[in-house]
């Protein structure tokens, strides 16, 4: 079982900057794909990047491309999620998921564990 808690939520300004962790414990983390969610009100959740086990590859979804960079230290149990130039549409809670699944990019039904979310709010 792996217990997956995101920190570093907040409210900030259009064009600042936020910088997300996802910390695991209880398995063996570099077992897992790891994917960064959003949630906004009254949308569903769409996957905004994923990162690979060994941290070599990353994927990011063209509304964040350019802004969003995501890294992570296996040693340390934790995935970032680095947030610049927000903007009040990235508003939403965030979440991040593990997966056991061979593609990096699975769909969300294949994600076998999610944190319980940490709450960005960007204002204009």
């Known amino acids: 079982q792996v217990r997956l808690v995101e920190f570093g939520g907040g409210l900030v300004q259009a064009g600042g900057s936020l910088r997300l962790s996802c910390v695991a414990s209880?398995?063996?983390?570099?077992?897992?794909?790891i994917g960064w969610f959003r949630q906004a009100p009254g949308k569903e959740r769409e996957r905004v990047g994923a990162?690979?086990?060994?941290?070599?590859?990353?994927w990011r979804a063209d509304s964040v491309e350019g802004r969003f960079i995501i890294d992570r230290d296996n040693a340390k149990n934790t995935v970032y999620l680095q947030m610049n130039s927000l903007r009040p549409d990235d508003t939403g809670v965030y979440y991040c998921?593990?997966?056991?699944?061979?593609?990096?990019?699975?769909?969300?039904?294949?994600?076998?564990?999610w944190g319980q979310g940490t709450r960005v709010t960007v204002s204009s």
């Open positions: 998921a593990a997966a056991l699944s061979p593609s990096m990019v699975p769909y969300i039904s294949e994600y076998n564990y």
């Open positions: 209880g398995g063996d983390f570099s077992l897992y794909h």
């Open positions: 990162i690979s086990r060994s941290g070599g590859s990353t």
